[in-house]
């Protein structure tokens, strides 16, 4: 009886581990432009400055800073229902991605107004 006890809590104690997250701050990209960001290797994290012009398609846009335009895809959670047009300053944490074509755009992670 002994036994099973301590197994039982035992598989409790780790099982309690596997809950465990970091709650502290979240490591973004280093600022950057588009046009630094055309040249980073796929997979880089960057934090960009800008304007969203338009809405392609689907959830895709046209982010434009100063030094360029770049394609960005922006999935509808991302937005947490803010409204953001043209003249609205936002600041993205995105991944640089190519798509099959070979064309550089950002996987936006986070959006947030630039004040």
């Not at 301590?6 to 046009?35: H, M, N």
């Not at 936002?90 to 947030?112: F, H, P, Q």
Request: hydrophobic fraction near 45%.
């Amino acid at each position: 009886m002994k036994k099973a006890a301590f197994l039982v809590i035992g598989f409790l104690c780790l099982s309690s581990a596997s809950f465990a997250q970091f709650t502290g701050p979240v490591a973004s990209g280093q600022a950057s432009t588009v046009e630094a960001a055309r040249k980073a290797p796929v997979d880089t994290y960057v934090t960009v400055t800008g304007n969203i012009l338009a809405h392609l398609r689907e959830d895709y846009y046209t982010f434009r800073d100063e030094t360029g335009e770049v394609r960005v895809e922006i999935e509808p959670p991302v937005w947490r229902n803010r409204k953001v047009g043209p003249d609205t300053k936002v600041r993205l944490i995105a991944e640089v991605d190519r798509n099959a074509a070979g064309t550089i755009y950002l996987w936006v992670e986070s959006l947030e107004i630039a004040e």
